[in-house]
């Protein structure tokens, strides 16, 4: 267990459709990120949260959003679902200081979205 | 923004032998270079991490080099088990807060039995 949770595991949706899915960062983790990983592909990084606010965007839709919470817990919202969103999606955390700092990130274990 | 080439982006070897995976990146001022292995239906882990005021970093049989002037840092497995196999992710961060990490394109690894 890597400290950061993610849920739901799996999501299998429709086409059109909206979904929500959760990330809770290791305790004491201020910074929350958000990667899609579609089918043997890389890592693409979505967006950037520290402390309830959005520090840095990615390639991440318009169709895509997300948020972070005063408890730190963040969510993605992905809606009017294309087949092509099928994907996992990663949540990742690090304590993110305000000070130059070389922390690496914790991963979650990921969302299987399938959009059929 | 910062930009990360990983080769190759697959490798076989044998069962004992080393394996080692290249990166380079484009923005000088980063600063922390962290690799991460991700297993088949994992999320990435952490393995092996090195900042810019080193030049090599070992961790049982796992090391990491860097060169900073020419801008690249590898990774080096020796005597690889198959338990070695996975994905693996280079990574290079910026200086100064809130510098998210720029992930390679990954290398799948195969030890061969």
New interface residues.
């Given amino acids: 267990d890597?400290g950061?949770t993610q849920t739901p595991k799996h999501l299998i949706t429709a086409t059109g459709q909206r979904v929500t899915l959760r990330c809770s960062p290791r305790s004491g983790d201020l910074?929350v990120?958000w990667y899609q990983q579609s089918l043997d592909q890389?890592?693409q990084?979505l967006i950037?949260y520290?402390n309830g606010e959005e520090?840095?965007k990615?390639n991440i839709l318009e169709r895509f959003s997300a948020q972070q919470f005063p408890d730190l817990h963040s969510e993605l919202n992905l809606s009017s679902l294309e087949l092509g969103d099928s994907a996992l999606y990663?949540c990742?955390s690090s304590v993110?200081?305000?000070?130059?700092?070389?922390?690496?990130?914790?991963?979650?274990?990921?969302t299987r979205l399938t959009v059929v | 923004g910062e930009n990360v080439e990983q080769h190759p982006s697959t490798l076989s070897v044998q069962e004992g032998d080393s394996a080692v995976i290249k990166c380079t990146y484009s923005d000088s001022a980063s600063?922390?270079f962290?690799w991460?292995k991700q297993e088949l239906g994992?999320?990435?882990?952490?393995i092996i991490?090195i900042?810019s005021n080193v030049g090599e970093k070992k961790d049982q049989r796992i090391a990491v080099t860097l060169n900073k002037t020419a801008k690249h840092f590898s990774l080096h497995i020796t005597e690889t088990q198959p338990e070695d196999s996975a994905v693996y992710?280079c990574a290079a961060?910026g200086?100064?807060?809130?510098q998210?990490?720029?992930?390679?394109?990954?290398t799948k690894l195969q030890v061969i039995p």
């Fill in positions: 890597s950061v910074s990120y890389g890592l990084f950037q520290y520090r840095a990615g990663f990742a993110g200081r305000d000070r130059e700092s070389n922390y690496g990130y914790t991963f979650g274990s990921g | 600063n922390y962290p991460y994992k999320g990435p882990q952490l991490d900042r992710f961060r200086s100064g807060g809130y998210k990490v720029t992930f390679g394109t990954g």
